[in-house]
């Protein structure tokens, strides 16, 4: 057995797989790597487009630095770690995490059971793209861990069981269920370096570059787009026919999100197959991904525009409600429940996959024909917004040609619901604490805690009257806006119906 363990070790600390993506690779290398006590890390497998890799003793370095303090880990789950390494011409993501060995799991004789092999799974890109990649860190994080979770970890411990040495079950791992899933996050970090939503936009690409083009497209639709998008904290799918129509309307709602936002939106691009190493075709063509913020894609079906390119499910995986836009039909399609009962629900399904470990996800398409609308429908109380109604008005009156123009003018409606939120956030902070302190008063207890139990239900329309909101769709455009100034303002806001009491035991929920 110890023989046939330092010749396996040697035969992985020489495999690589080559994986492929349209433009190149988004990483230069990605490693798997176990810390072992006696030889120190220990690189199992490298991921890489170039089918000799010169930088070995560099992997090894870094395995290092990612697995160093790491003896005698006993932290559960994935611990991300981030270096920048100018020397050495890197930046790397790692991410570290330890399993159970079992009785059958031993690399060596002395490992007894009980003990945990520590490994980290790293990503390297090159120094210069450290900008670029620190605005889709948190989107990459995000992926990488559900990857991990999902495609390794489940299935060793599925194999924890079995006898037979640690790395033969990781080799199983990666040739069964790994490789080709990571081959999907490169594609898919490629697309989105390739095809993001460009800084700064070029308005003439834009419905605001010919006012014609509003015209055309029906300023009520596109005051009834910019609504939505900006009620779903700018999580957009656009459908249709035509790509240029598609991609106009993406670089449209891009001008109201940040810097950042855009390089995580995904334009509409022609599609293309990849065929990896093992032989499979991976299509890198209309797949949703949930916490993109934009992403177009064309009309699965051109005589049944109602079929999306993603599951229910895979929808509903996104943080925030997204909004659904069809070029062809002129229709906007939103969730038909508010985002504060959203948010619940979403945090009540993760509550039960992480109680139930299930695995499985449904493979049917989500169809929003009249029949079946699957929680989606036009709201048009929701979508009326004056706030966006007078931004339309008034940008039409800008000139097109002057540069800069629009784009400030759209800067600065954004600055004044970003106030606008400011101000909610602080009355209702205040509306709170003064219900607690009147009801602690009236308790004859003056504890706050205590006193919050009993508070009354928030007033909506006084609150609109106050603070100068017009319309149900310019208060969800606000709240959502506040959402990221406070979190779970919406419970707060856009749940009356609902006792305070339980609106605060939700707090503890998240």
């Not at 008005?393 to 106030?419: A, H, K, M």
Request: charged share 25%; with cysteine.
């Amino acid at each position: 057995e110890m023989s046939r363990y330092f010749r396996t070790e040697l035969e992985l600390h020489h495999r690589k797989h080559q994986i492929q993506a349209p433009g190149g690779i988004y990483f230069s290398s990605v490693v798997l790597s176990v810390w072992d006590n006696i030889h120190g890390p220990k690189i199992l497998h490298i991921w890489t487009a170039d089918r000799v890799l010169d930088e070995d003793k560099k992997l090894v370095t870094i395995a290092n630095f990612t697995l160093n303090d790491e003896a005698g880990r006993d932290q559960e789950g994935i611990e991300t770690k981030f270096y920048s390494l100018p020397k050495h011409g890197v930046i790397v993501t790692a991410f570290v995490f330890s399993l159970e060995t079992s009785r059958g799991d031993r690399m060596r004789s002395d490992r007894m059971k009980g003990e945990k092999d520590i490994f980290s799974f790293f990503l390297v890109l090159p120094y210069s793209e450290i900008s670029e990649y620190l605005a889709r860190y948190t989107f990459c994080q995000e992926k990488v861990e559900k990857l991990l979770d999902d495609n390794f970890l489940h299935y060793m411990k599925k194999m924890s069981s079995e006898r037979a040495l640690l790395i033969d079950k990781v080799d199983k791992v990666i040739t069964d269920h790994f490789s080709n899933q990571l081959q999907k996050l490169v594609i898919l970090m490629a697309s989105i370096r390739d095809h993001s939503v460009p800084y700064p936009i070029d308005i003439k690409q834009t419905f605001f570059g010919n006012m014609s083009d509003i015209a055309k497209q029906s300023s009520d639709f596109l005051k009834k787009a910019i609504t939505s998008h900006l009620q779903t904290g700018g999580y957009t799918v656009v459908l249709g026919q035509d790509s240029e129509s598609v991609n106009r309307m993406i670089l449209t709602l891009g001008l109201f999100l940040t810097s950042k936002e855009q390089k995580t939106s995904r334009l509409l691009y022609p599609p293309v197959a990849v065929e990896t190493q093992e032989g499979i075709n991976v299509d890198n063509f209309c797949h949703y991904e949930p916490g993109l913020y934009l992403q177009g894609y064309i009309s699965m079906d051109t005589n049944n525009s109602s079929l999306l390119p993603f599951t229910k499910n895979e929808l509903e995986d996104n943080c925030m409600p997204s909004t659904i836009i069809n070029m062809d039909k002129l229709e906007v399609w939103v969730f038909n429940i508010n985002l504060a009962n959203y948010i619940r629900e979403r945090s009540e399904r993760i509550r039960k996959f992480e109680e139930e470990k299930k695995g499985t996800r449904r493979s049917e398409y989500l169809s929003y024909n009249d029949k079946d609308l699957c929680n989606y429908e036009i709201c048009a109380k929701q979508l009326d917004s004056s706030l966006v109604q007078v931004f339309l008005r008034e940008v039409q009156l800008l000139p097109v040609n002057t540069p800069g123009v629009i784009e400030s003018y759209t800067t600065q409606f954004i600055r004044l619901l970003n106030l606008k939120a400011f101000a909610l956030v602080k009355y209702v902070e205040a509306e709170l604490k003064t219900a607690a302190e009147q009801q602690a008063s009236a308790m004859g207890d003056h504890s706050l805690q205590l006193a919050a139990s009993s508070l009354p239900r928030m007033n909506t329309t006084l609150l609109m009257q106050n603070l100068s909101i017009n319309t149900e769709g310019d208060l969800r455009v606000i709240v959502t806006k506040a959402e990221r100034i406070r979190p779970m303002t919406c419970l707060d806001v856009l749940d009356p119906q609902e006792p305070a009491a339980k609106v605060l035991a939700e707090f503890d929920t998240f």
